[in-house]
């Protein structure tokens, strides 16, 4: 393996580490309570956050149920997989807003959560068609009032 392989690689499982102590901030848990509601040893999760550790898929799973994040987006930083196309993870993003408060994060991720579970099931919204012009008449009623 060249070094410049070994050096990404590397980098790679330093970022999840620093990914993940990030998330474990955001969430407001120490390391302990993290192990424990991952189910790895508190040893183990302090070397995965130093980059010292290469966790495997399922460790990183437990590790993404304990912090409510997707699985998938340990397994991109880890290289495990690809880098989805759209290069945007927007709960991600809403856990790394320091503008809301916790529980207004948790608010927008479950109603963002709703509405993929609303769309994957082919449900159509139900306002598809636009609405009437009822306003322009209302309007046009006051234009006339006028």
Request: charged share 35%; hydrophobic share 30%.
């Amino acid at each position: 393996m060249s070094d410049g392989v070994k050096d990404d690689i590397d980098r790679r499982w330093n970022d999840l580490g620093d990914f993940i102590r990030e998330q474990r901030s955001i969430g407001q848990l120490s390391l302990r309570k993290l192990s424990e509601m991952a189910g790895v040893s508190n040893p183990y999760l302090s070397q995965i956050e130093r980059g010292l550790r290469r966790p495997s898929a399922e460790i990183l799973q437990q590790i993404a149920r304990a912090l409510e994040i997707s699985s998938e987006t340990l397994y991109v930083r880890a290289g495990i997989l690809e880098e989805p196309t759209e290069g945007v993870d927007p709960i991600g993003e809403i856990r790394r807003d320091p503008r809301i408060s916790e529980d207004q994060k948790m608010s927008l991720i479950r109603i963002y959560d709703s509405f993929l579970k609303e769309n994957s099931m082919g449900s159509e919204p139900e306002n598809s068609e636009p609405e009437s012009s009822e306003p322009e008449a209302e309007s046009s009623e006051a234009e006339e009032a006028s």
